[in-house]
Structures are given as structure tokens and as C-alpha cells.
């Protein structure tokens, strides 16, 4: 593995399954994130997880669920899926440098999974 | 709010051509911008990075530059080839918080079309 990467790549999902997705990173990096895109909006953060062992809820964290047992994977889960949750869902790592307004921390994103909710 | 505005939302140039994307934000406080390139089907990829005291960075064909004071930065693409056609996504961060993650706020991207 180089990088990081998700699985599936693409999925159709009856509406009310559950569905995980999968992030694998081999970067050592402490954070790690889950984006949804739509067409026309920016990425929109679902969890995060600043390092192993702890979660946050992002801007629309409803209906997803994440852990973090260990540095390399960040599972997202959809406990019942519906049609609004059909987008494209990216992963990302990213290791932070520094504090305040000096700080960089490029996030790596993954290959993405497209969801789609029937 | 805190919000990222992206300016043209779509862009078609021939080949070889130069051309500038904007991207205006109200993200406060300030941290740092990047400009993020998306092919498609594929996750964004960094292309700088510029934290409040830089007004301008390169990366090959690639020059971005920012005005923190009007809160606007472009991103000038020169002598364009095929391969740069993609998504634009410019991404500014705020202050940190303690125990949250980094507030990035994503604009929705200029879709560059290069054609030969």
C-alpha cells in the first residue's frame, strides 16, 4: 500500500442496508477525515479523528458513524442508509506541522467511493 | 459564515494558453489557502500551500498569490497543457481549535477544460 486508500470503489445500495466504507492509510499520519462531494458544493466534512482512539463530528455528521482503533484505519459507517447519503465519498490523512497561524498540514485524499442510494 | 467563493465555475482555453482562477474567501481567522487540483474520478492533490505572511508561491507552470487584506487569491496556470484539465479546489483554514479538527472551508471548484 503507498498512500492511502478506500474500498469500495463504487457501490449501489438498497435504501435502510448498512454499508461500511473503508480508509486504509500507510502514512503514519495522526488525523484522518471523511468528506462528502456533490456536484456544485465543496467537500463537506462528516467525522474526523485527530489521532487513534478519538472521533469528532464534522459539519454533517448525521446519520454516519466512524472509529479509530488504530493510526492506519478510519471505517465510515451508514447504519440505514437513505437516497440523500448517494455522493462520492473521499478519505484523508494528514499530519500536522506546527500551531497557530504558522501551521501547514496538507491532507492526502483518497481514490473516493461513489455511493448510491436506491 | 465562514465561506470560499471560486470564480469561473467552469473554464474552457485552447491548449498553450495562460489563464487565472480567483477564489474569494470570508474565513476567519485566517491560517493558511491551498489550491487543491481534482482530475477526475480521483481525490484532490495539494498544489501550494501559503500560510498569512506569503502573497506568492510557484510550482512549476503553476503560480498562486494572495491578498490577505482583500481576502482574495488566484491561481495563474501558464502555457496550459491537456493534462490540466481538472477541478480547482481552492481550501482556506482557520484558527485551531484544541481537540477539533483544523476547520478547512472548501470552495466548489473551477472545472478547467484544456482542449488541443
Known amino acids: 500500500i503507498a498512500g492511502i486508500t478506500q474500498a469500495p470503489t463504487s457501490q449501489i445500495l438498497a435504501a435502510g442496508r448498512r454499508m461500511t466504507l473503508r480508509c486504509t492509510q500507510d502514512m503514519r499520519h495522526n488525523a484522518m477525515y471523511w468528506y462528502r462531494q456533490d456536484l456544485g458544493l465543496g467537500l463537506r466534512l462528516i467525522h474526523y479523528?485527530?489521532?487513534?482512539?478519538?472521533?469528532g463530528k464534522g459539519e454533517v455528521p448525521d446519520g454516519y458513524s466512524v472509529s479509530r482503533a488504530n493510526t492506519d484505519d478510519f471505517p465510515l459507517t451508514l447504519a440505514s442508509a437513505v437516497p440523500s447519503q448517494t455522493s462520492v465519498y473521499f478519505c484523508?490523512?494528514?499530519?500536522?506541522?506546527?500551531?497557530?497561524?504558522?501551521?501547514?498540514?496538507?491532507?492526502?485524499f483518497g481514490p473516493g467511493t461513489r455511493l448510491t442510494v436506491l | 459564515k465562514n465561506q470560499v467563493e471560486q470564480s469561473p465555475q467552469s473554464l474552457i482555453i485552447l491548449e498553450g494558453k495562460n489563464c487565472t482562477l480567483q477564489?474569494?474567501?470570508?474565513?476567519?481567522?485566517?491560517?493558511?489557502l491551498r489550491w487543491y487540483k481534482q482530475d477526475t474520478g480521483r481525490g484532490p492533490v495539494s498544489l501550494t500551500i501559503m500560510t498569512f505572511s506569503e502573497n506568492t508561491k510557484s510550482n512549476g507552470r503553476y503560480t498562486a498569490t494572495l491578498d490577505a487584506d482583500t481576502k482574495q487569491s488566484s491561481l495563474h496556470i501558464t502555457a496550459s497543457q491537456l493534462s490540466d484539465s481538472a477541478s480547482y479546489i481552492c481550501?482556506?483554514?482557520?484558527?485551531?481549535?484544541?481537540?477539533?479538527?483544523?476547520?478547512?472551508?472548501f470552495g466548489s471548484g473551477t472545472q478547467l477544460t484544456v482542449l488541443p
Open positions: 484523508a490523512s494528514s499530519d500536522p506541522v506546527g500551531l497557530g497561524r504558522e501551521s501547514t498540514d496538507t491532507q492526502y
Open positions: 477564489c474569494n474567501y470570508t474565513v476567519s481567522p485566517f491560517s493558511n
Open positions: 479523528s485527530n489521532t487513534a482512539g478519538t472521533t
Open positions: 481550501v482556506v483554514s482557520g484558527g485551531i481549535s484544541s481537540g477539533s479538527a483544523r476547520q478547512l472551508t
